[in-house]
């Protein structure tokens, strides 16, 4: 699958992407405080790039990329030590950053880094 073109991407992030995104940040700490949901909450988290701008990530574009992931162990202990609180904050200040234009771009930059934040996901591979 390749990348979508920046004028499709770019109307996407002003039609859906801006409102849809908080929608799924907060729904996916909402899955994460329960135990039994938090594997569908992080693969949300995985998705916000998506969500935001309708960005793919490299390694669905090129499998080669998709090699260099941590372990699952190494993702799991950095997630339930460090990764859920430190991509709260991450998320959000985020969000408090793309309501204004200049802090927008640095807002988009965090949002496409928030899987690695949250799990060691490497989402641009």
């Not at 002003?14 to 594997?39: E, H």
Request: hydrophobic share 60%; proline share 6%; no cysteine.
């Amino acid at each position: 699958m390749t990348q979508r073109s920046l004028l499709v991407r770019a109307l996407w992030f002003f039609a859906i992407g801006w409102w849809a995104t908080p929608i799924v940040v907060n729904l996916a700490w909402a899955l994460n405080v329960t135990i039994i949901l938090a594997p569908l909450g992080i693969k949300l988290i995985n998705l916000i790039p998506t969500v935001l701008t309708l960005a793919e990530p490299r390694s669905f574009t090129d499998p080669e990329l998709a090699r260099g992931q941590h372990s699952l162990v190494t993702r799991a202990l950095y997630f339930v030590f460090i990764g859920w609180w430190l991509s709260f904050l991450w998320a959000n200040l985020a969000a408090l950053l793309a309501v204004t234009i200049i802090g927008l771009p640095v807002a988009i930059w965090m949002i496409n880094r928030l899987p690695f934040i949250t799990s060691l996901y490497r989402f641009h591979g």
